[in-house]
C-alpha cells in the first residue's frame, strides 16, 4: 500500500492528491444531498434557481452567499474535518467557529448578536 491509499494516520495523502479525489465526491454528495428525488430540499433548490433566474444577475449574487453556507459549507465541513490530524480538529474548528462568530453577528444591535451567540451556544452546549 503506498502513502497516498494508505489509511493510517502516519502515511496522510498530499493535500493537492487529497483534494483532487475529494472534490467530485463532495460535488456528488451535496448534489444527492440537496437535490436527491423527491426531496424538500429538491424544491428548495429548483425554487432558489427561479430567484435566481427572475432577479438577473443581481438576484443571483444576492442569493449565492446563503446558497454556500447552507449547502455548500457544511458539506465541505463534514468531508473535510475528518481528513485532518485528530489532534489538530479542534484548532480548525474553533477557527471556523470564531469566523462565525465575528462575521455573523457584524452589522447586528447588541440584541441580535446575544441571540445570535445565544443560538450558537445551545448547538455547541446542548441541554441534557
Known amino acids: 500500500m503506498t502513502a497516498s491509499t494508505s489509511k493510517n494516520a502516519g502515511d496522510r ?54 446558497m454556500m453556507l447552507n449547502m455548500m459549507l457544511p458539506h465541505c465541513i463534514e468531508m473535510m474535518l475528518p481528513k485532518i490530524d485528530p489532534d489538530k480538529r479542534g484548532a480548525a474548528a474553533a477557527g471556523i467557529l470564531s469566523k462565525i462568530i465575528e462575521k455573523g453577528s457584524e452589522g447586528m444591535s447588541d440584541e441580535q448578536a446575544q441571540a445570535f451567540r445565544k443560538a450558537l451556544d445551545e448547538v455547541v452546549n446542548p441541554s441534557k
Open 13 to 66: 495523502e498530499s493535500p493537492m492528491g487529497s483534494m483532487m479525489e475529494m472534490m467530485p465526491k463532495m460535488m456528488q454528495g451535496m448534489m444527492s444531498q440537496c437535490c436527491g428525488e423527491g426531496s424538500d430540499k429538491m424544491a428548495e433548490m429548483q425554487g432558489m434557481m427561479a430567484k435566481m433566474k427572475e432577479g438577473g444577475p443581481e438576484g443571483h449574487m444576492a442569493q449565492m452567499p446563503e
